[in-house]
Each structure stands twice: as C-alpha cells, then as structure tokens.
C-alpha cells in the first residue's frame, strides 16, 4: 500500500517538475525575489522589512497558484489521457492513487519553496550583508506557507474529484480568497442575531482560516510566532487537509469514470 | 516599442502627477487592508515608499501643499502599525510649515499618539511627539509631560529626562532646541530627517549669533548714541572673540538700520533671524 502511494507521488511530482508552467512561475518567483533587491534600494531605512515582505508574499502567492493549477489538473488530466484506466487496472485502489497524488503535489510545492526560500535568504543577505538570529523567524513564516499549501493542494484535489479544471481553478481561488477574511468572516457572525449568526459562523469555521498561518510581517519586525501558534497551525492544517482530502477521496471512489 | 515609448513619455508630460495623485482615491486603509489579502505587510511597504516619493518629489519642487502626506502615512501606518520609521517621518515633516512640511500638526500628533498606543515600549516615538510639542507648538506643558512618559519606558535613553525637565522650565530655548535636533539626527538613519536636523542645526547657530550680535549692537548704541559703523568696531568694542561669523565662514554683515544679516540667507532656510526684510525662505537641503 505504501510503496504503491510512494510510487504515485514520485511520478506526481517527477510530471509536476516537468511541467513548463512550474518552471515559468518558479522564475517568475526568484525574479520577484531579486526585484526585492531593487524595491528594498528606493526604500528608505525598511530594505530588510521589504525584501523579507515581498519574498516571502511571492513565495505564498506564486505557491498557491502553482498548488490550484497543478492540483486542478492532477485528475482530469490522467482521465483526459486515458493513463488513470491503466493505473487502476492495476492493483491500485482509488484512494491510493488519490492520496499518492496528493503528496505528489505536496512534495513539489516544499521543493518549490525551498528553491524559493533560498531566493528571499539571498535577497536579504545581499541588502542588510548579514543574516541575524531573528531571520531564523522566517522559517516558521515558510513553515505556515508550507501548510498553507497542504490545505490548498487538498482543496484543488478535492474540487478536481468532481468537477471541470476550470470550475475546480475558481473555486479554490475563491476558498483562497475567502479563507484569507475568515476572522472577518466569525467578526460578522459575532454581530449577527438569530439564524444568521449560526449560518455565519457555521461558514466561518467551514472555511479554511489562511489569516492564522500569515505571520509574514511579525516575522518581518523580528517577532518570533509563539510555540502554541506553531502547534496549533499544524494540528488545523493536518486536520483540514485531512478532511479535504477525504471528501475528496470518497467522491472519486464513487465517481463514476466509464 | 519605440513608439510606444515615446507615446508613454509624451502622456506623462500631460499628466506628470497623476500616478502619485490617483493612489488617493483609496482612501480607507480598512479597504486596502481586505485588498491585500492578509499581505498587509508588503502593502504597507508599499505606501511607505510612495509617502516618501511623494514628499520628496514636492519637496524638490518647493511646491506649497502637501496634502497627501497625511493620508499616506496613516495609510501606511494602519497597515502596519509597527513601522516605527513612517511615525518619525510624519514627526518631521507633517507639522512643520510649508515649504519645509505640510504644515499640519494636529495631524503629526493624531499619528504619534497612533504610534504610541500600538508601539507603548518605544521611546522614540514619545521623543517625536515631545519634539513637536516643543518646536512647532510651542506647548511645553505638553512637551514636557510627553518627555517624561517617555523617559519612564524601560530602555528610554537619558537624555528624555533632561528634556523634560528643560520643556518643563523653558529655559534656555537655544540650548534645548540644538540638543533636540543633536538627538534627532544621531537617533535617525533616515537620509531626509538626518538632513533636515543638519539644516535646523545650522538656522540655529545662525538665529543665536543673530541674537547675540543684535543684543551687543543694543548695548553699544545705549553707550555711544549712535551705531557702529562696522562688524569689527563692534566686535572690537564689545570684547567679541573674533568676528563672528556663520556656520559656511561668511561674517555676518550691518546694514543701515542697525540690523544683522547673514551673507546668503538662502543657505540657512529655516533661520529666523538675520534674514533681508521681506525675505521668504527657500528650502534647500546641504551634505552631511
């Protein structure tokens, strides 16, 4: 079971690395990293809180466009090929070959940002000429982004389990976008009454909460995020992209794909 | 491309501020904020960046308003509240008069205030708004009390202390105002708010050898009846070490009058004092 899984991913992500959109935003992201040098030059007395700001947005954002745009197309492109009837001829269970894809996904987007990170590390040694104790924050920060990207990566699987590339792109966007008002979203809910309030908060929780992981500018000033925000961002994640991917596997098992 | 450049050079001949001028037309930080989803951070350096543009720019051109300022740094600083550089910058240049500011200190006040309520342990931001108490206002009540909140963060430098007890007795107006300026320009790594503490630095030498020189002309006139008929016959009369002169070298000249002058008073725009009658001043920015 678990060498069949291992086996998925690592042609999940030996195809992801092969994809020529991957290469573009991957150089795209490096370039906007060391745009982070220029920006960093017409900013007066912040170059370091510029660069760390911008790598690390860029890093984010270039992340979850490559998790949603690959993660869409995982499935629908191996039923598109005809590859999927194969894979599953083969003693490959459904949810094997789902959860395969997954850490395939997963594992090309930690490259990424690792390649990414090394990016921003430059950037900032090249402005400030050292790096200090409290850029060590800025791991946690690509931590949070890593797990950031386990939840978006489930989703795109998710959404890709039962609909259209193009419908599964907008949706995940869309729980992007929202996830990131989620506070906003249980700040409504606490000043609703009556239904509404329930219905509100119901959403709020529904939603992915990304606002919890972004701790770009804390670690920008040099504020460590706390022990217990660590912990608890991994647990969430775990625990949300666990349950997407479950959704997401129990619609494919009974997908109907003859 | 050539001729799409060329294109783009003739548009910004029509409209030259309008990049800088349209960032306004959002106004509500609370807006940028959702904007940004949650990358309030870069946002922030954003806006800081183009709050200096924009005064930089105007200030270069000696235009007369600035008022954009405002909004852009609490723009900036409700982003991002922490951004202790964005506080100093609105210290030194939203209170101060135009040419030299944007003349709004009630403003610089409602931003340091905003500062301190999110940055209660950084005592530079109690130094600034002390600062516009004492040099812009002219409340010294108000100086010395934020002084002395400031004074009471751990860490806070000595020198708040002195301060609020100076504000406090309002003396030595000369003495008070060059330390300030001294600490300023030792407490900033801005390149704008170094150089405009240099140029008070410099107007303030220049409006004390006034004073000095003005009150030993008075005092010869009391004892002779009439007035000197040069700088040196009352240097030479009063016991002055020297001919005094301004901080470029240049002696201070008479006129008719019995007024002190100094030679360009182009060179010392925030200078009070020994300026031509009807002289308006015109900022301009020396080296370090």
Not at chain 1, 220 to 249: C, D, E, K, R, W
């Amino acid at each position: 079971m678990t060498a069949r899984i291992v086996h998925i991913a690592s042609n999940t992500f030996r195809e992801a690395v092969r994809d020529r959109v991957l290469y573009n935003l991957i150089a795209f992201a490096v370039l906007l990293s060391g745009s982070a040098i220029l920006v960093g030059q017409i900013s007066i007395d912040i170059e370091r809180l510029v660069v760390i700001n911008l790598g690390l947005t860029a890093v984010s954002l270039f992340g979850v466009v490559i998790a949603i745009f690959i993660g869409i197309g995982l499935v629908s492109k191996e039923i598109e090929k005809r590859t999927l009837y194969t894979v599953l001829s083969r003693p490959v269970r459904r949810w094997e070959f789902i959860v395969g894809k997954y850490f395939g996904l997963a594992g090309t987007l930690v490259v990424n940002t690792f390649f990414m990170a090394i990016g921003v590390f430059g950037a900032l040694l090249y402005v400030a000429h050292k790096l200090t104790s409290s850029d060590a924050m800025i791991f946690v920060a690509l931590y949070f982004i890593v797990l950031e990207f386990l939840i978006i990566c489930a989703l795109a699987l998710l959404f890709s389990s039962f609909s259209s590339p193009l419908l599964s792109a907008v949706f995940a966007f869309s729980l992007f976008v929202i996830g990131s008002f989620a506070e906003d979203l249980r700040g409504f809910a606490g000043m609703a009454h009556g239904p509404t309030r329930w219905l509100a908060t119901g959403a709020a929780y529904a939603v992915p909460n990304f606002s919890a992981f972004n701790v770009i500018n804390l670690v920008a000033h040099g504020h460590p995020p706390s022990g217990q925000l660590i912990l608890q961002n991994t647990l969430y994640a775990l625990f949300y992209a666990g349950m997407a991917l479950s959704g997401a596997v129990l619609i494919f098992d009974r997908r109907n794909l003859k | 491309m050539v001729a799409s450049v060329q294109t783009l050079r003739r548009v910004d001949e029509i409209r030259p501020q309008a990049t800088l001028d349209d960032i306004l037309y959002i106004s509500s930080p609370k807006i940028v904020k959702r904007a940004s989803l949650g990358y309030d951070g870069l946002m922030a350096c954003i806006y800081w960046t183009r709050a200096v543009q924009y005064f930089g720019e105007h200030h270069h051109n000696g235009s007369l308003s600035f008022n954009q300022l405002a909004p852009l740094l609490e723009m900036t600083t409700q982003l991002d509240p922490h951004l202790i550089v964005a506080y100093q910058f609105g210290a030194s240049f939203l209170a101060p008069k135009p040419p030299f500011g944007a003349g709004q200190p009630d403003r610089a006040i409602q931003l340091m205030e905003y500062g301190i309520q999110n940055n209660p342990t950084e005592w530079h931001l109690y130094y600034d708004l002390g600062f516009i108490y004492y040099t812009e206002l002219k409340d010294y009540a108000k100086a010395a009390d934020t002084f002395e909140r400031g004074s009471r963060v751990p860490g806070a430098h000595p020198f708040l202390k002195i301060f609020a007890a100076q504000a406090a007795q309002h003396a030595g107006e000369f003495q008070t105002a060059r330390m300030l300026w001294t600490a300023t320009y030792q407490s900033s790594q801005d390149k704008q708010i170094r150089q405009n503490a240099v140029e008070h630095l410099r107007a303030l030498k220049v409006d004390e050898d006034v004073t000095n020189l003005q009150s030993a002309l008075t005092r010869f006139g009391e004892r002779t009846g009439r007035l000197p008929n040069s700088i040196s016959e009352l240097a030479a009369a009063e016991g002055l070490p020297g001919i005094p002169v301004d901080p470029d070298g240049n002696a201070y000249t008479m006129d008719r009058d019995g007024r002190i002058l100094v030679e360009s008073p182009d060179d010392f725009a925030f200078a009070t004092k020994g300026l031509p009658p009807g002289y308006k001043p015109i900022p301009k920015f020396h080296d370090q």
